[in-house]
């Protein structure tokens, strides 16, 4: 029986190996973390993300798990409205949308979803891939060696595959110059409640600071703030002691904020980056979602990327007959290439002063923020949002730091 590895254990690379094990594939996930990911911020169900979760019979099961959301507001430093934008703007396809899930609830759907045929290896990865002429021999970082019929890197921005394979990240990775820093934050006595709403308060600087809404009580926090490197991540402390220099004079409740950041165990801190990778494919070895085209969070299509791309790669496979005939797999790769790199190459196409509306720099650009708002619902702007929204309707979530 054709035998796959699937690196990465997220959105991705749990969404490929469900729809290859449904087509006959037996699949193995090495994922690095000791478990199930957690965190990440909401993601919603328009477009893309909406049909592939449909067509894999796992829609309802996200729809039963939506977060009511009353909309997103820009707030100042005493937690004033500047601007907002209620979930019923533009029909539903504003800043917040009408169907929204955490992306912890995503992802524990599509995890359970898989049937004995798929196999998680968690704290495992790859440490050599090296193809045989049939296939990839994978020598895992525990000191297995076993081969498979096609390997795909799904490992996210900082892909292990694709340094072997491709070459180190600092030749793909394009930095936005933001970093974000997310955590769940679980409401104590004396945490002020958010009543549905989506705050965002703006620092100058280029510093961000947010707060959306959970389950039971549950915010997910957001900071933002201008940086193009980072300490290494084992180094912890020094990644706190970052954000707690440079948010140091940000008010509202950012100081709440950087307690909890320490005791969540959910915390992640990474640069907001887009990865221009020229070819996907080499062989039976192929790179999936953020691992080959990330657009960065600000794109708002991380997770719609991740679920198409799964199921224009399976897809792919199965049109050339695999998994009862693999000869026919390195074509399927270069046609999964051809069909989602369009996708992929306009989804990071951002639209102008994105990076300056997610973290203005000044008092005036914050201000401008929300004057600008407030003016797309205006009654004279909204037939040219909607006109903008109908051109990247298809497969847009909210991933805002997911």
């Known amino acids: 029986m054709a035998h796959a590895l699937v690196v990465g254990g997220g959105i991705a690379g749990d969404t490929l190996a469900l729809l290859m094990e449904r087509d006959g594939w037996t699949v193995t996930v090495a994922e690095i973390a000791p478990a199930l990911r957690t965190g990440g911020q909401t993601v919603d169900l328009r ?79 790859v440490d050599a891939l090296e193809d045989t002429g049939t296939g990839v021999l994978a020598r895992f970082r ?72 959970g389950h039971a009580g549950e915010q997910e926090i957001g900071l933002t703030f201008a940086a193009d490197t980072l300490p290494p991540r084992r180094d912890r402390e020094a990644r706190f002691a970052l954000l707690e220099r440079t948010f140091a004079d940000v008010g509202w409740r950012t100081a709440e904020f950087l307690d909890a950041a320490r005791q969540a165990d959910d915390f992640a ?35 719609a990327l991740a679920l198409r791309g799964a199921a224009e790669l399976a897809a792919a496979l199965r049109a050339v007959g695999a998994p009862a005939d693999t000869a026919g797999v390195p074509s399927a790769l270069a046609a ?18 994105r990076v300056a509306s997610m973290a203005p720099k000044s008092a005036l650009g914050i201000r401008a923020n929300a004057l600008a708002m407030r003016a797309l619902q205006s009654k004279a702007a909204r037939p040219l949002v909607h006109r903008a929204l109908a051109g990247t309707e298809h497969g847009r979530t909210a991933d805002r730091g997911a």
């Open 142 to 213: 525990g000191g297995m060696e076993e081969e498979f019929d096609l390997v795909v890197g799904a490992d996210g921005a900082h892909s292990r595959v694709r340094a072997l394979r491709f070459g180190p990240k600092a030749r793909y990775r394009r930095p936005l110059g933001l970093a974000h820093a997310w955590f769940t934050l679980t409401e104590r006595a004396g945490t002020p409640p958010l009543d549905g709403w989506f705050l965002i308060h703006n620092a100058p600087g280029r510093r961000g600071v947010s707060a959306r809404p």
């Open 336 to 353: 999964f290439e051809r069909t989602m790199r369009p996708r992929a190459t306009s989804a990071r196409q951002l639209p102008p002063g």
């Open 47 to 125: 477009g893309d993300s909406r049909e592939v979760l449909e067509r894999a019979g796992l829609l309802r099961q996200a729809l039963d798990r939506l977060i009511p959301q009353r909309g997103a507001a820009w707030i100042d430093a005493r937690g004033r409205r500047l601007a907002e934008m209620p979930v019923e703007a533009f029909d539903g396809r504003g800043y917040v949308s009408r169907e929204e899930l955490s992306r912890t609830d995503l992802a524990r759907i599509l995890h359970e979803a898989a049937g004995p045929g798929v196999t998680h290896r968690f704290g495992e990865t």
């Open 269 to 303: 801190l990474d640069t907001f980056d887009q990865v221009h990778v020229p070819r996907w494919h080499a062989g039976r070895t192929v790179l999936l979602g953020d691992s080959a085209w990330c657009a960065s969070p600000l794109s708002g299509l991380g997770t």
